[in-house]
């Protein structure tokens, strides 16, 4: 089955850095890739994402390419904030044609913002 | 807001009883997933129910079952509750099974004592 593989967490930065947050996934075939972000206390909210190789998602000035060729998704922003707090999730979703499968997720990062 | 609402938004049950958690789905969407998201981890797959009907199961024991409605709200149920069971369940809303942008909720929170 499919598998999703985020960077271990935490990750701390400073307001105004720069972000990467590093995902890879597994698939046969061509999945969806999504970046959700869960705030304490809540459900989870679709960040952005892309449906086919070379796909830019951007959303609140995050931006995500599907790089087809080494299967990653990596999330960045150019200039982060204390706002940016929460855990951040990379699932895809591939339709196996027997039935739906869901998304899959990996553990998700947790991101801290200090100001 | 994604107006997919849950209720309860906690709830503590023993271990053997068995529980029921509401969704309600956004307006428009006639599919419902469920997710099992324990402290600390990602949330799992569950099962789909489209059209009132389960359409996809993940690795979960029959002990999980649902139930989707005409208006297309969705029941989950869980019987027999075990410690392990103890975690955040999210119900995510789409347009069609296809449709793969799923819109959560903010989940129910429960706790097996």
């Known amino acids: 089955g499919n598998s999703v593989t985020q960077m271990e967490g935490p990750v701390t930065l400073s307001e105004e850095a720069f972000l990467t947050i590093n995902c890879t996934y597994t698939?046969?075939?061509?999945?969806?890739l999504f970046w959700y972000v869960q705030y304490p206390g809540e459900g989870l909210q679709l960040l952005l994402k892309?449906?086919?190789?070379?796909d830019k998602g951007s959303n609140k000035g995050f931006e995500a390419t599907y790089r087809k060729e080494t299967t990653s998704f990596h999330l960045e922003k150019g200039s982060v904030q204390v706002s940016d707090s929460a855990v951040y999730f990379c699932?895809?979703?591939?339709?196996?044609?027997?039935?739906?499968?869901?998304?899959?997720f990996g553990k998700g990062t947790h991101l801290i913002i200090q100001p | 807001e994604t107006g997919v609402t849950q209720s309860p938004t906690h709830l503590i049950k023993t271990r053997g009883q068995q529980v029921t958690l509401r969704c309600s789905s956004q307006?428009?969407?006639?599919?419902v997933s469920w997710y099992q998201q324990a402290l600390g981890q990602g949330p799992q797959f569950i099962f789909q129910?489209?059209?009132?009907?389960?359409?996809g199961r993940g690795n979960f024991p029959p002990r999980f079952s649902g139930l989707q409605f005409p208006n297309y709200s969705s029941e989950l149920n869980v019987n027999a509750l075990e410690l392990d069971d103890s975690a955040l369940y999210l119900c995510?809303?789409?347009?069609?099974?296809?449709?793969?942008?799923?819109?959560f909720g903010a989940g129910t929170r429960l706790s097996v004592l």
């Open positions: 699932p895809d979703f591939e339709y196996s044609g027997g039935g739906a499968d869901g998304l899959t």
């Open positions: 995510a809303s789409s347009l069609g099974s296809f449709e793969n942008i799923q819109y």
């Open positions: 129910y489209y059209r009132e009907e389960e359409n």
């Open positions: 698939a046969t075939g061509y999945p969806s």
């Open positions: 307006s428009g969407h006639n599919t």
């Open positions: 892309a449906t086919k190789a070379d």
